[in-house]
């Protein structure tokens, strides 16, 4: 286990100390790695940067840790379900909660592949072999020994732990990816367990309908994730297997932006502007997903200081208008969800919604708020517009504590469990942009543009990122501020990422947690 140091103040801060190796662009080695296919050159080119040498992978160690990633920060709601988990007695591992973790001897490494986010918009702009590409991508770093101590550091350290499970904590590289890394790992001759969560988050949302229910369930994913209709087949596929005779119904938004707002993606949210700016990519007034003017009195959009954008000072008079909060991307699409459902003349009734992307449960309390209020909503006539369609308390159903349960009965079944280790050795991990790649474009925000990031073509094998610690210089004040919330045990891990090993010495203001 590397030595990481941290400072504790009133947050944390990070400086990774390790064996070094020189970092040089890969060379293709034609005759052993087919070019431009990244699972090839990880196994078979010994010269590639991404190459893992697996006739040596410890697959059957114990004290290894578990892999988790996601396309940002959001994972970390999954990975918050999994070491909160206590469903088991840890002597016997047989169900019933014994007061201790289940998972209190487990470590965990977690990788979110911020710079290459949002994963959503890749099947949109056609580049779904690109996206899978960054999915291999962040099970080689799961499964491989290499990290940067930061943006800068121009040598990688070798000391990482490999992984003995990947718990795929994203939707859209779930429904996109999942068979694809079992693919690579078959093609690696190795036995790892690759656990997503849609078919967790289906199972745990049946289990809340009758057999002989009808009903409506709503999916809200990224555009991503709803295009690839995981979840909907999915739920068509366990109605059938595990004998429900219900009308169900399955309804699905894509969340342009509330993904990218909780990540502060600049493109759709910046807390600095005052006025639209061009390069904004979430709904507006106008293009392929539209902010409907007949309906702003049900989004009840809130104006306050610049949450709403707009080119005149009267609202109403907007010709430009542009989303700039979490809440109100959350507040137009489960209106247009609603819309969807009233629209198609159903008599179902609305009963569960499925949070099918791991940054939604960030906003279970806004969501809970505004579904509240959609009840309750009144047209001109005095009548209620939605609330036929609606159960009064809809479940919101997170997958990820069904995930917790799968990854606790695979290590059960495969006598995988750390007799000795410390869930305080958990490792946290995010993807920048690599400014040392000279043919990478990067923004002021040192962040790939969206026409770049989108615009890359698959079988280009490059590092486009360098994966580093947590730190302040990738992760706001404000997105800490809400993992000492809403995440607080994780939060917690974080700043105990090998704090019995500090070292502060060099620690400079700007690199503090």
């Given at each position: 286990m590397k030595k990481t140091g941290i400072l504790s103040m009133i947050f944390m801060a990070f400086l990774v100390f390790g064996c070094k190796e020189n970092s040089k662009e890969a060379e293709v080695v034609q005759e052993k790695s087919l070019k431009g296919d990244?699972?090839?050159?990880?196994?078979?080119?010994?010269?590639?940067?991404?190459?893992?040498?697996?006739?040596?992978?410890?697959?059957?160690?114990?004290?290894?840790?578990?892999?988790?990633?996601?396309?940002?920060?959001?994972?970390?709601?999954?990975?918050?379900?999994?070491?909160?988990?206590?469903?088991?007695?840890?002597?016997?591992?047989?169900?019933?909660?014994?007061g201790v973790l289940d998972f209190d001897?487990?470590?965990f490494i977690y990788l979110g592949d911020q710079a290459n986010m949002p994963y959503g918009n890749y099947s949109k702009e056609n580049k779904v072999d690109l996206l899978n590409e960054h999915i291999i991508k962040d099970a080689q770093f799961l499964m491989s020994n290499k990290y940067y101590s930061d943006s800068k550091d121009n040598t990688v350290n070798t000391d990482k732990e490999p992984v003995k499970a990947l718990v795929i904590a994203c939707n859209t590289a779930t429904a996109y990816g999942k068979e694809y890394?079992?693919?690579?790992?078959?093609?690696?001759?190795?036995?790892?367990?690759?656990?997503?969560?849609?078919?967790?988050?289906?199972?745990?949302t049946l289990q809340s309908i009758s057999k002989d229910e009808d009903a409506i369930i709503g999916v809200l994913a990224t555009v991503g994730t709803v295009t690839s209709k995981g979840y909907h087949n999915t739920i068509m596929k366990f109605k059938d297997e595990l004998g429900y005779t219900g009308n169900i119904e399955v309804f699905s938004q894509g969340g342009v932006g509330?993904?990218?707002?909780?990540?502060?993606?600049?493109?759709?949210?910046?807390?600095?502007?005052?006025?639209?700016?061009?390069?904004?990519?979430?709904?507006?007034?106008?293009?392929?997903?539209?902010?409907?003017?007949?309906?702003?009195?049900?989004?009840?959009?809130?104006?306050?200081?610049?949450?709403?954008?707009?080119?005149?000072?009267?609202?109403?008079?907007?010709?430009?208008?542009?989303?700039?909060?979490?809440?109100?991307?959350?507040?137009?699409?489960?209106?247009?969800?609603?819309?969807?459902?009233?629209?198609?003349?159903?008599?179902?009734?609305?009963?569960?919604?499925?949070?099918?992307?791991?940054?939604?449960?960030?906003?279970?309390?806004?969501?809970?708020?505004?579904?509240?209020?959609?009840?309750?909503?009144?047209?001109?006539?005095?009548?209620?517009?939605?609330?036929?369609?609606?159960?009064?308390?809809?479940?919101?159903?997170?997958?990820a504590v069904d995930t917790a349960k799968e990854l606790h009965e695979y290590l059960k079944v495969k006598s995988l469990f750390n007799p000795n280790g410390n869930i305080k050795d958990s490792e946290f991990y995010i993807s920048v942009a690599n400014k040392e790649n000279e043919s990478n474009i990067i923004d002021q925000n040192g962040r790939f543009p969206y026409d770049y990031k989108y615009g890359r073509n698959a079988g280009d094998i490059q590092e486009y990122v360098k994966v580093v610690p947590f730190s302040r210089d990738n992760i706001s004040y404000d997105i800490l501020t809400r993992f000492q919330k809403q995440i607080p045990y994780v939060y917690q891990l974080m700043q105990n990422f090998n704090n019995d090993n500090v070292k502060t010495k060099n620690l400079s203001e700007k690199s503090k947690i």
């Open positions: 990244i699972v090839g050159t990880i196994i078979n080119d010994k010269n590639s940067f991404y190459h893992i040498n697996f006739d040596n992978y410890p697959t059957s160690d114990k004290r290894l840790p578990i892999g988790v990633f996601d396309s940002g920060t959001g994972g970390l709601t999954v990975l918050k379900a999994i070491v909160n988990y206590d469903q088991n007695q840890n002597n016997t591992h047989s169900q019933g909660s014994d001897k487990e470590s890394i079992e693919e690579f790992i078959k093609k690696a001759n190795l036995n790892i367990k690759v656990i997503g969560v849609i078919d967790a988050g289906v199972r745990g509330i993904a990218e707002a909780v990540d502060e993606d600049p493109d759709y949210f910046d807390k600095n502007l005052k006025t639209p700016r061009k390069d904004y990519k979430g709904p507006s007034l106008g293009g392929d997903v539209k902010i409907d003017k007949a309906l702003f009195d049900v989004y009840n959009f809130d104006f306050n200081d610049c949450k709403m954008l707009c080119d005149t000072e009267k609202t109403d008079d907007c010709s430009i208008l542009q989303i700039n909060d979490a809440q109100n991307y959350v507040r137009y699409h489960l209106v247009t969800l609603l819309e969807q459902i009233r629209l198609s003349k159903t008599t179902n009734k609305l009963t569960s919604i499925i949070l099918g992307c791991t940054h939604y449960p960030y906003m279970t309390e806004e969501i809970s708020t505004i579904l509240s209020e959609l009840y309750d909503y009144k047209g001109k006539d005095e009548k209620y517009i939605y609330r036929h369609l609606m159960e009064k308390n809809i479940k919101l159903v997170d997958p």
